[in-house]
């Protein structure tokens, strides 16, 4: 066995256990491998395992690997990190989700760009109002929602958040619980939250997706560049 087929087989053990604690069905948890700068050999692994869901930050990054395994059946590109405007055409052909909108103009941009299925996007929330963090705050999540009702070719399903920095998962415990409060309030279902630090109490808290690299890939190397 890879040392990746390893960890991904702990990383699910890990989400079936917490599922279990709760009382939920491990099969409504998705688990996406943040792949962002692991190179292409690491995804082939990975999906040789039997991952088929892949987060990358980067709309360049995310099409030049998707041209690159190209051949890999049934995997799913989600772009989980910010999108500028110009970035949008990048994505469009090859992503399954989008888990990082805030601003109704990239929204304007996926739709116009987009053919095929509905891009399924979450709303990014700034839950703690950090200044070095993406995301709308919670009182706009509504005013946005209402621009990008009516927009073709993109789905909002849900909500998602990257808590604060924290020592111990616990410390985002609050935050999880937020997400989910401000989702039902909009009557949204889908949940992106929880990493490698946090996963597992995400799921206690409800994610439906949860976006984890570090668990899976090892440490990040600086740049995937030469
Ligand atoms: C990098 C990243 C992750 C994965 O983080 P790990 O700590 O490696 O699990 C998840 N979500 C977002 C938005 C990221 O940028």
């Not at 601003?103 to 299925?117: D, F, H, K």
């Not at 935050?175 to 039902?184: D, I, M, N, W």
Request: aromatic content about 4%; some cysteine; hydrophobic content about 45%.
């Amino acid at each position: 066995m890879s040392e990746i087929a390893a960890n991904l087989a702990l990383v699910r053990q890990r989400i079936e256990a917490a599922c279990r604690r709760v009382g939920r069905a491990a099969a409504d948890v998705e688990l996406i491998a943040v792949s962002k700068l692991q190179s292409a050999a690491l995804i082939r692994q990975c999906h040789a395992a039997g991952q088929r869901a892949f987060g990358e930050n980067y709309a360049q990054e995310l099409r030049d690997k998707a041209s690159q395994l190209a051949d890999l059946p049934d995997l799913q590109w989600h772009a989980i990190g910010p999108l500028q405007t110009n970035k949008a055409r990048y994505l469009v052909k090859h992503a399954h989700a989008f888990h990082a909108l805030e601003r109704t103009e990239v929204a304007q941009e996926l739709s116009r760009r987009r053919t095929g299925p509905a891009l399924r996007c979450f709303v990014e929330v700034n839950l703690a109002a950090e200044t070095s963090k993406r995301g709308v705050a919670p009182g706009a999540i509504a005013g946005l929602l209402d621009s990008v009702r009516d927009l073709a070719g993109i789905e909002i399903v849900g909500l998602m958040c990257l808590p604060p920095l924290a020592a111990q998962a616990e410390d985002s415990r609050r935050y999880f619980r937020q997400l989910k409060e401000l989702a039902s309030a909009h009557q949204l279902s889908e949940l992106s939250m929880g990493t490698t630090s946090d996963f597992e109490v995400a799921i206690e808290e409800g994610a439906t997706a949860v976006r984890v690299g570090t668990a899976i890939f090892g440490e990040r190397p600086a740049s995937i560049e030469p």
